[in-house]
C-alpha cells in the first residue's frame, strides 16, 4: 500500500517538473500582426498557470499522504464532538481538552454519515433524506456487516460524519482504527451507538415533518467490538 501511494505521489511531482522544463523552454514572447511586430507579455499567464497547477499537485499529494498515514489524517480533523446544554455541540481536535468550535444545532443543515469514506446515510431537509426505523437498521447493519472484516495487514476502518452548517463542512471522525490498532478514544461499539442517537437528534432537528419518533430501546450491533 505504502508503495503504491509513493508511486502516486512521484507521479505527480514528475507532472510538475515536466511543466517546469516545458514553460523554460519556450519563450515568453510572441510576436502578432504581420505588419507590426507587437510583443504580447504571456508571462502573467504561465506564472498563473503554473501556480494553479502547482496547488491542485499539493493538494493531491497532500490527499494521498494523509490516506496513507492515519494518525495525520485523525489530526487534520475534529476527533470528537460534545452536546451542549444551550442546544449547540462542540468540536474537539484530536487529543484537545478545549473546544475548537462550537456550532448550533438550528444551524445545521445536513448530516452525512461515512463508513471507509463510503457515504451510508444523508440527513437533511428533503423528504427523502429522512430518518426512521428501517434506515436506522439498514446503517446499523453497514456497521455490523463491516466488523466481520479482520483487521490485518494495516486495514482502515473509519467512521466519521460531515456537518453541513451555513454552507460552511465540518468532518468529525468517530472512530479510526489500523489494524490492531485503534487511534480514537472509544469502542467501535460505543460509536455506533452514538453515531446512531446523532441520527435520531440531527433528524428531529432538521426533519422533524418526515422522521419518526426514535424508539424507546433502539437496535444496534449486538458484538462489542474493540
Same mark, same amino acid.
Given at each position: 500500500?505504502?508503495?503504491?501511494?509513493?508511486?502516486?505521489?512521484?507521479?505527480?511531482?514528475?507532472?510538475?517538473?515536466?511543466?517546469?522544463?516545458?514553460?523554460?523552454?519556450?519563450?515568453?514572447?510572441?510576436?502578432?500582426? !504581420?505588419?507590426?511586430?507587437?510583443?504580447?507579455?504571456?508571462?502573467?499567464?504561465?506564472?498563473?498557470?503554473?501556480?494553479?497547477?502547482?496547488?491542485?499537485?499539493?493538494?493531491?499529494?497532500?490527499?494521498?499522504?494523509?490516506?496513507?498515514?492515519?494518525?495525520?489524517?485523525?489530526?487534520?480533523?475534529?476527533?470528537?464532538?460534545?452536546?451542549?446544554?444551550?442546544?449547540s455541540i462542540s468540536l474537539y481536535h484530536y487529543? !484537545?481538552?478545549k473546544p475548537h468550535l462550537k456550532l448550533q444545532?438550528?444551524?445545521?443543515? !445536513?448530516?452525512?454519515?461515512?463508513?471507509?469514506?463510503?457515504?451510508?446515510?444523508?440527513?437533511?431537509?428533503?423528504?427523502?433524506?429522512?430518518?426512521?426505523?428501517?434506515?436506522?437498521?439498514?446503517?446499523?447493519?453497514?456497521?455490523?456487516?463491516?466488523?466481520?472484516?479482520?483487521?490485518?495487514?494495516?486495514?482502515?476502518?473509519?467512521?466519521h460524519v460531515v456537518i453541513t452548517c451555513q454552507?460552511?463542512?465540518?468532518?468529525?471522525?468517530?472512530?479510526?482504527?489500523?489494524?490492531?490498532?485503534?487511534?480514537?478514544?472509544?469502542?467501535? !461499539?460505543?460509536?455506533?451507538?452514538?453515531?446512531?442517537?446523532?441520527?435520531?437528534?440531527?433528524?428531529?432537528?432538521?426533519?422533524?415533518?418526515?422522521?419518526?419518533?426514535?424508539?424507546?430501546?433502539?437496535?444496534?450491533?449486538?458484538?462489542?467490538?474493540?
Amino acid at each position: 500500500m505504502d508503495n503504491i501511494i509513493d508511486i502516486k505521489s512521484m507521479h505527480y511531482l514528475r507532472l510538475l517538473v515536466l511543466y517546469l522544463s516545458l514553460s523554460f523552454s519556450f519563450p515568453l514572447y510572441a510576436e502578432v500582426n !504581420q505588419d507590426l511586430a507587437v510583443e504580447i507579455n504571456y508571462t502573467p499567464y504561465y506564472w498563473l498557470v503554473l501556480f494553479i497547477l502547482s496547488l491542485f499537485i499539493f493538494l493531491k499529494i497532500k490527499k494521498i499522504a494523509l490516506k496513507s498515514h492515519p494518525k495525520l489524517l485523525l489530526k487534520s480533523l475534529y476527533a470528537r464532538l460534545d452536546f451542549n446544554d444551550d442546544d449547540s455541540i462542540s468540536l474537539y481536535h484530536y487529543h !484537545q481538552s478545549k473546544p475548537h468550535l462550537k456550532l448550533q444545532l438550528a444551524d445545521i443543515s !445536513q448530516s452525512e454519515i461515512y463508513l471507509n469514506d463510503q457515504l451510508i446515510n444523508t440527513i437533511n431537509k428533503t423528504a427523502n433524506n429522512r430518518f426512521n426505523k428501517n434506515i436506522s437498521n439498514t446503517m446499523l447493519n453497514a456497521f455490523n456487516v463491516e466488523s466481520r472484516f479482520k483487521m490485518v495487514d494495516k486495514r482502515i476502518r473509519k467512521i466519521h460524519v460531515v456537518i453541513t452548517c451555513q454552507i460552511k463542512k465540518h468532518t468529525v471522525c468517530f472512530y479510526l482504527r489500523e489494524g490492531n490498532q485503534r487511534l480514537t478514544k472509544d469502542s467501535y !461499539q460505543d460509536v455506533i451507538e452514538f453515531v446512531d442517537k446523532w441520527c435520531w437528534l440531527i433528524a428531529m432537528q432538521v426533519n422533524p415533518e418526515n422522521t419518526e419518533a426514535p424508539p424507546a430501546n433502539k437496535a444496534i450491533v449486538e458484538q462489542e467490538i474493540i
